[in-house]
């Protein structure tokens, strides 16, 4: 599981509210690799795993973001 995934289910299994929802954001760390899996497949394109990483991040991003806007 990827540390983006591991924050996600933290964040969920604390009891969150509609406000810290609102609030919540990756680490830096997650953030940071983010950045590097999208630099690395523009520049030399990514292994296998690392498209996967990448992907579920971004369904990840996706999925908060639908999040955020349901009242």
């Known amino acids: 599981m990827t540390k983006a995934y ?3 289910l933290d964040f969920i299994a604390a009891g969150s509210t509609p406000a810290t929802l609102l609030k919540f954001q990756p ?3 997650t953030k940071a690799r983010v950045q590097e899996l999208i630099h690395k497949e523009k520049d030399t394109g ?15 991003e ?4 639908l999040a955020k806007v349901m009242p």
Not at 62 to 65: E, F, Q
């Open 62 to 65: 996706h999925l908060m973001r």
């Open 27 to 29: 680490s830096e760390e």
């Open 46 to 60: 990514l292994l296998p795993e690392e498209a996967k990483e990448l992907d579920d991040h971004l369904r990840l």
């Open 6 to 8: 591991d924050e996600l």
